[in-house]
């Protein structure tokens, strides 16, 4: 356009016209492309959903065997005597013996 003192106002109105009519555009535009976008989104959600749905696995509710005896429930364990047991032999346990190499040497 160059320098605006040197243009007439017909010529800066004109300008200004364009450039409002050309940002019109341009908003439109956005607007289309957000609509389409929105519209594919939910295409897109709707195809997630009706994979996840066609891809999915029932499983029916598990019921245990217990006909054979070795399957059958016991009592609850009585542990106090596992653990007792368990502390003893800590007691009695010992670290092996750790033998440098310099001790190696001196003891073969």
Not at 22 to 39: F, G, H, S
């Given at each position: 356009?160059?320098?605006?003192?040197?243009?007439?106002?017909?010529?800066?109105?004109?300008?200004?016209?364009?450039?409002?009519?050309?940002?019109?555009?341009?908003?439109?535009?956005?607007?289309?492309?957000?609509?389409?976008?929105?519209?594919?989104?939910?295409?897109?959600?709707h195809?997630?959903?009706?994979?996840?749905?066609?891809?999915?696995?029932?499983?029916?509710?598990a019921?245990?065997?217990?006909?054979?005896?070795?399957?059958?429930?016991?009592?609850?364990?009585?542990?106090?005597?596992?653990?007792?047991?368990?502390?003893?032999?800590?007691?009695?346990?010992?670290?092996?013996?750790?033998?440098?190499?310099?001790?190696?040497?001196?003891?073969?």
């Amino acid at each position: 356009m160059g320098n605006h003192r040197l243009a007439s106002r017909a010529n800066l109105r004109a300008e200004v016209t364009r450039l409002e009519a050309e940002n019109e555009q341009l908003a439109c535009a956005l607007v289309a492309i957000c609509t389409e976008r929105d519209a594919t989104a939910a295409e897109n959600l709707h195809l997630r959903a009706e994979i996840a749905t066609r891809d999915a696995v029932t499983v029916p509710p598990a019921m245990r065997d217990t006909s054979h005896p070795a399957d059958v429930a016991t009592a609850p364990l009585d542990v106090e005597q596992l653990r007792d047991d368990w502390h003893a032999d800590l007691g009695r346990w010992r670290a092996p013996r750790v033998i440098s190499l310099q001790q190696r040497g001196t003891e073969a």
